[in-house]
């Protein structure tokens, strides 16, 4: 089962900033927060992934709150191309010593032009 | 284009056939692994490989088996289709294993369609 909580969906307008929350109350300390996203008709890609502090990139930000039970992926300013299913997730890890991406259900955002 | 090929892009085939999806990771890439999404199960982790080796398995039925080679593609192999499993099949590639962070690469992936 995926260990994140996300609204399914959200809207925004075009240049407007986007706030995507997620809920994980059940992380441990040593869990990385993910965001990967899916355009339309394509593969998953990688958008930020961060441990304790807020972190930036050149595709968004992720602030992560003081208990780490949730955190919010920010698009600074939505363009049309930004529309995707975001996921937020956290590795599940196996008795092997890899781990596993458990993807939810994800929140559909739609950009408003 | 994240440097993750697969092939087909679509295949459509018959209840009870068995079909071959092929993968080859990002240059460098040791680990892969294989997702299926579905309109009704969304993406689901099926089974990863590392240097050829099975590593961890997921949500992945017996009449599915895949294998990683020395030259580190891999194929995944499905028989006796059904059609619950009309899905888009994702390969994912990265570096390493399970060290510290590796962000996984995403194939355009296979659509399959069992008529």
């Known amino acids: 089962d995926a260990k994140t909580t996300q609204p399914n969906s959200m809207e925004s307008n075009e240049e407007e900033p986007v706030h995507l929350p997620c809920n994980h109350s059940?992380?441990?300390?040593?869990?990385?927060i993910h965001w990967y996203r899916q355009l339309p008709s394509q593969g998953p890609e990688y958008v930020i992934h961060?441990?304790?502090s807020n972190v930036n990139n050149r595709m968004a930000s992720l602030a992560i709150a003081e208990d780490r039970k949730s955190s919010t992926l920010i698009l600074h300013r939505a363009t049309l191309r930004d529309a995707a299913v975001y996921y937020c997730?956290?590795?599940?890890?196996?008795?092997?010593?890899?781990?596993?991406?458990?993807f939810g259900t994800g929140t559909r955002l739609k950009v408003l032009a | 284009d994240s440097g993750v090929t697969q092939t087909p892009k679509h295949l459509i085939t018959a209840t009870g056939q068995r079909v071959t999806l092929r993968c080859s990771p990002r240059?460098?890439?040791?680990?892969v692994y294989w997702y299926q999404q579905s309109l009704d199960q969304g993406l689901q982790f099926l089974i990863q490989?590392?240097?050829?080796?099975?590593?961890a398995k997921g949500n992945i039925l017996e009449r599915f088996s895949a294998q990683q080679f020395p030259d580190l593609h891999s194929e995944l192999n499905l028989s006796s289709l059904e059609l619950g499993d009309s899905a888009l099949y994702f390969c994912?590639?990265?570096?390493?294993?399970?060290?510290?962070?590796?962000?996984?690469?995403f194939g355009p992936g296979t659509r399959l369609t069992v008529l």
């Open positions: 994912a590639s990265s570096v390493g294993l399970a060290a510290s962070y590796n962000e996984q690469f």
């Open positions: 059940t992380i441990s300390g040593t869990d990385y």
């Open positions: 961060g441990l304790t």
């Open positions: 997730i956290l590795r599940d890890f196996t008795t092997s010593g890899t781990y596993k991406y458990i």
């Open positions: 240059s460098g890439d040791l680990s």
């Open positions: 490989y590392y240097n050829g080796e099975e590593r």
